[in-house]
């Protein structure tokens, strides 16, 4: 690591650039357009239509989440969610949910650490009204004092449901050892103290503070007319929504600290553990090699069928070794950090090993990353990449959180470009940055008595030479 | 205390005697405003209509659809109805969990390996009637994918490990099958007896041992001829899978399309007592007679099924599930027992079986039971409101047209429909169909519907309270 500093960063960037476009089949290059405009106050509308379709999805997205809370009103973001079903000045709730139901509609929305969706899936026809429903429970909603009392139960329900969910459980565990401290080491629910004491002022300021023309995107898929879609949104959210860009609300830093969280119970039949590095960030140029490098690590599952015959090397040993019941590398981007690792679910016997094949084949992407499991996981990427944007409802979800990361949408033939760029050294470049003797965070829960501590695992994030 | 080196865990090791990690510089800049490559022009696509080609009597059917992927399927007209009992039973539900397993030409690792390098994915599903393999691939790939999944359909090599491994699969999904399957497999036998539809899909275990190769073979044999096969697919040019799977299925023998005997409704009961079930509760699901996929009234059959909705009682999801629907404005909402209540038909190609499928705690299964039935009876006497019929009718629209913004339902809708009835109907004429509805075609499917004993399914910790087949069996709707 002494070395570092006197490395000369040649920055060969003109050689990804100068790719040419000419070698994309037609399809990468006629994609369907995504169409932007911005309006005045700040509110973008984002688009991309699908001829011939007969039905759209339209979603509000913002950029706000559980991350931009303070200890105080944690869980406000996702309060709000709720309440936004639950009437507004013009509708009551059931009149809300009746108006939906008979147009054969859907209405939905959720809250994650950096954002908040509200979308609809409607008829071409219906595509002015969802707008105008979108605006009417995003910016008039009632907020009823005693239909926020009787929200509280509903929440502290779902948190039990949520808490069921041992994979969900784990990374709230991961994002609070990880992040301790900082906004993103909240959870998205709030603690139960907060989900029983919020007050309608909490949910007004939320509202006032984050649900701004600048920090909203309107995206749209399927049977949009571009045209016609900002138009109803200007007068739908046009003078409704404040404009923003005075000030901007400042985003709490997130400081990775390495640590680790373990709820020990040893009568569970099964540990579940995570183990992550701290990753990169959305707009980060290693964003996309840690895609590459999550797919060669991979997902595993003892009832997929795939058995032994699996390519990634990291299934092939936990099949073999039988480590673990199942895996699945997962590679979390935020606004200035991310999360790169893997989830596993063990028999508590085989934790000890688990973690050792598990570091060393992380490891081994730094020095022995080969070129033929670079190539088939590029190709891997592309399709998963691809795979999701199958069906209106996940392409507006794509432009819309582009729009909220990036600030723009890229294009398949720049995804292309990027992921054709990366080479078995970029592979090991990256891994070196995020792997090679970093410190890491680690969360488990259940009979994890025989979970090494943290500086096996952490001793474990480099090799010797010997 | 072992002294090896590799367990210093007490002290971190001296940077001199860490292996070198490589630089970590790449070769790409970050994601910024300005677009990394720039695009001269970007044409949408327009919309294509379905295109179907007959190559000496193997049906290939195709829809042309922007993106980068392409889904690619055959369907093949075999399943569970036509299987016989210490003959072949369960050879459907195996050959489906062989399907990715070694063949002549590759072993089970090179064909995940190679689909992996071909950003392809293959899988396979059987049924009562219909058995179904499909392949997604990035859509320069699509001829590599689909060689593999012709090879996995056609050139199985049934070794005696992979022989092994799936009998003890199956075994295990038997175990593994929760009541919500369990109470739906049962409720084909109980609807349909001894006749080919009542056939059990999932191998009972008495006849897993049976499982053999010779038995998968003779499948393929009797199965696949190129009159009992439909080629279909979405996001590829018609003409190039037309070229493909002409190649690729050369080899496939003209024959007769195989027939089993008729399926009769007869109504009766399935009952299987769980013992340990996870959440304690009992499952009930009752059902009666409708018509098959060419029956007249099978729009008005699915807009029946959608107006009485349901769901769980905790289910989440916004406005849009069918919150005011039937299921839960008269049953989920008023009796707090009711865990879950959800209509449900199941179409074949010569039966089908509409119901209601729900749950409770064990001694509220005849509470669960009664009104399941009341539900049906009701709607032999009391006409729908225009509010409900339109709703539903405008949700079962909503939805078909949503599922079929995805390009893998798209291509196995057209699949299965060319199998079907030998043409694709489109999503259009469907929705006119939905809009012709009345409720006069409501009252008449529920009173024939009723007109036939009910059939019920059953599977939880305690069936004590419920009803048995003949406490029931007399019931009848009003008649016409």
Redo the contacts between chains.
Sequence with gaps: ???NGL?I?????G???A?S?ASY?S???????TSVTTLDGGLRVASE???????ATVGVFIDAGSRFETAQNNGAAHFLEHMA?KGTSKRTQQQ??????????????YTSREQTVYYA???KKDVPKAVEILGDILLDSKLDEAAIDRERDVIL?EME?VNKNQEELILDHLHETAFQGTGLGRTILGPEQNIRSLTRGDLKNYIDTHYRADKMVISGA?AIDHGELCKVVGDVFGSRVASGGAVDFPMEPAVFTGSDKRVRFDSDDKAHVALAFEGAS????????LMVMQTILGAWDRTS???????SKLGQEVAEHELAHSFMTFNNCYKDTGLFGVYAVAPDNKLEDLMWYLTSNMVRL??KTSDEEV??AK??L???M??Q?????NVAEDIGRQLLT???R?????IF??ID???T??V??????FI??QDHALAAIGPIHALP?Y??I??RS????Y | MKNDKDDGDKDSHKDSDKLQPPETEIKQPPITLSPLVSIASQASPTAAEVETTYISGLCVSSVEKAGGMTSVGICVGAGSKFETSGLDRGSNHAFELLCMKDTETMTSSDIISRLDGLGAGVAALSSRDQFMITCDSLRDNAEGACGIMVDCLLRGKFSDTDLDDCRQVMHWINSEMGGVEWVKEGMMGAAFGDTPLGNPHFCPLEDIAGINGDMMRGWRDRFLTRENMVVGGAGIEHARLVDMVGRMLEEVPNGEVPTCGESVYTGGEFRMVEPNNMDGLTRVAVGFEVGSWHDDDLVPTCVLQTLLGGGDSFSAGGPGKGMYSRLYREVLNRCYWAEAAEAYTIIHNDGGVIGIAGASVPNKSQDLTVVFLEQFAKLTVVPVSDEELSRAKNMIRGNILTQLESRQVLSEDIIRQMQTYGSREHPSVVCEKIDRVTKEDIMRIARRAMSKPPSISAVGPDLTYVPKFEQISHLRGASE
């Design positions: 690591m002494i070395s490395r960063g040649t920055r060969r960037f050689s990804v650039a790719a476009t089949p399809y990468v290059l006629q994609a369907p357009e239509t699908t001829s011939g379709s007969e039905t079903f809300l949910e009746v108006e939906i139901e008979n147009m054969g509609g859907h209405l939905n929305a899936k409607v008829f329900r449901e399927g959305w707009t980060s140029e290693y964003a996309f090699p069928g795939s058995g032994k015959n699996i390519a730094v020095h190539a088939r190709t891997q592309k399709a998963n691809l795979m944007l199958d069906g209106h409802a990036y600030g723009r890229l294009t398949m033939a720049e470009t990027r760029a990366i080479d050294a970029d090991k470049a990256t891994a070196a940055k090679n003797d501590d500086n096996y952490r001793r480099y090799w010797l030479r």
